[in-house]
T-cell receptor
Framework: AQSVTQLDSQVPVFEEAPVELRCNYS??????LFWYVQYPNQGLQLLLK??????LVKGINGFEAEFNKSQTSFHLRKPSVHISDTAEYFC?????????????FGTGTLLAIQP | KAGVTQTPRYLIKTRGQQVTLSCSPI?????VSWYQQTPGQGLQFLFE???????NKGNFPGRFSGRQFSNSRSEMNVSTLELGDSALYLC?????????????FGPGTRLTVL
């Protein structure tokens, strides 16, 4: 079974500052990793995903994440945030090459951007 | 191309009633998954359908059921509603059943049980 831990429930940051949202996972098998964003009163939107290959993954809206197998982490970063990045961010994991598209989500991190 | 559509967007029911939620996937998508989102439990997987077949089911009681039609539209039903069923129910569609197929989420149906 897989699990995801997002230790920070809320991350306050000033506009134009860099940000890192932390995600750690646990799994006994190979996994795929995802970051989704949820804006207020909306569904989830895929930011980026790691399936294989380069451990540094670039996504939409200037976000990137790095897969670290030894530390079982997949932290999300952005060098300079904008007020429009205010949203909740979810890390998710799935079994690689499994016969399902089931995602296991973390509890989410609210990115609160202050002007 | 239109996104994933969920109807209704908001629903208020009382304990003991039953409810049916609908999800229309993106045109051409044949896989639909459902998730329940609550402040306490977060996002939890309910079911996954592909070509009218349930391929996977989450750890929810039998009161939660679903189905998929030949046009890929999906419905989920919750019978004998409990207060704890109040949640945002999200539907996601993808081209195929593999997790490598990007899943697109709808805006959700917010269910309130009184």
């Amino acid at each position: 079974a897989q699990s995801v831990t997002q230790l920070d429930s809320q991350v306050p940051v000033f506009e134009e500052a860099p940000v890192e949202l932390r995600c750690n996972y646990s799994s006994s098998v190979s996994v795929y990793l995802f970051w989704y964003v949820q804006y207020p009163n909306q569904g989830l939107q895929l930011l980026l995903k790691y399936l294989s290959g380069s451990t540094l993954v670039k996504g939409i809206n200037g976000f990137e994440a790095e897969f670290n197998k030894s530390q079982t982490s997949f932290h999300l970063r952005k060098p300079s945030v904008h007020i429009s990045d205010t949203a909740e961010y979810f890390c998710a994991v799935s079994e690689a090459r499994g016969a399902t598209n089931k995602l296991i989500f973390g509890t989410g991190t609210l990115l609160a951007i202050q002007p | 191309k239109a996104g994933v559509t969920q109807t209704p967007r908001y629903l208020i029911k009382t304990r003991g009633q039953q409810v049916t939620l609908s999800c229309s996937p993106i045109s051409g998508h044949r896989s639909v998954s459902w998730y329940q989102q609550t402040p306490g439990q977060g996002l939890q997987f309910l079911f996954e359908y592909f070509s009218e077949t349930q391929r996977n089911k989450g750890n929810f009681p039998g009161r939660f059921s679903g189905r998929q039609f030949s046009n890929s539209r999906s419905e989920m039903n919750v019978s004998t509603l409990e207060l704890g069923d109040s949640a945002l129910y999200l539907c996601a569609s993808s081209l195929g059943p593999l997790v490598t197929d990007t899943q697109y989420f709808g805006p959700g149906t917010r269910l309130t049980v009184l």
